[in-house]
């Protein structure tokens, strides 16, 4: 099993930004893919962004492509979502999950852990 900490949440002006952080612990952290879901209120989990285990590849929903960046420090055992120009519809909780096959997955389902979530609040 691998342990997932979100950190970096917090409350930030829409156009500002917010780098949150997943820290890794209890299985290897090279060895797994890693992604980022977010949800509200009332509604199904959403995919943000995934990354595989080498970092060499990356996807992101069309509602952030150009705007958040994920990236992995396999050295510090943390994975890390930039988020850019935000705007007040990306206000949600953001969850970080860990994939243990390792490969680029996209959906819930693929993901085996899953962190305690940070809230992401953009005022207008």
């Known amino acids: 099993q691998v342990q997932l900490v979100e950190s970096g949440g917090g409350l930030v002006q829409a156009g500002g930004s917010l780098r949150l952080s997943c820290a890794a612990s209890?299985?290897?952290?090279?060895?797994?893919?890693m992604g980022w879901f977010r949800q509200t209120p009332g509604k199904e989990r959403e995919f943000v962004a995934a990354?595989?285990?080498?970092?060499?590849?990356?996807s992101y929903a069309d509602s952030v492509k150009g705007r958040f960046t994920i990236y992995r420090d396999n050295a510090q055992h943390t994975g890390y979502l930039q988020m850019n120009s935000l705007k007040p519809e990306d206000t949600a909780v953001y969850y970080c999950?860990?994939?243990?096959?390792?490969?680029?997955?996209?959906?819930?389902?693929?993901?085996?852990?899953w962190g305690q979530g940070t809230q992401v609040t953009v005022s207008s």
């Open positions: 209890g299985r290897t952290f090279n060895n797994y893919g």
């Open positions: 990354i595989n285990w080498s970092g060499g590849s990356t």
């Open positions: 999950a860990a994939d243990y096959t390792g490969k680029l997955a996209l959906l819930a389902t693929d993901f085996d852990s």
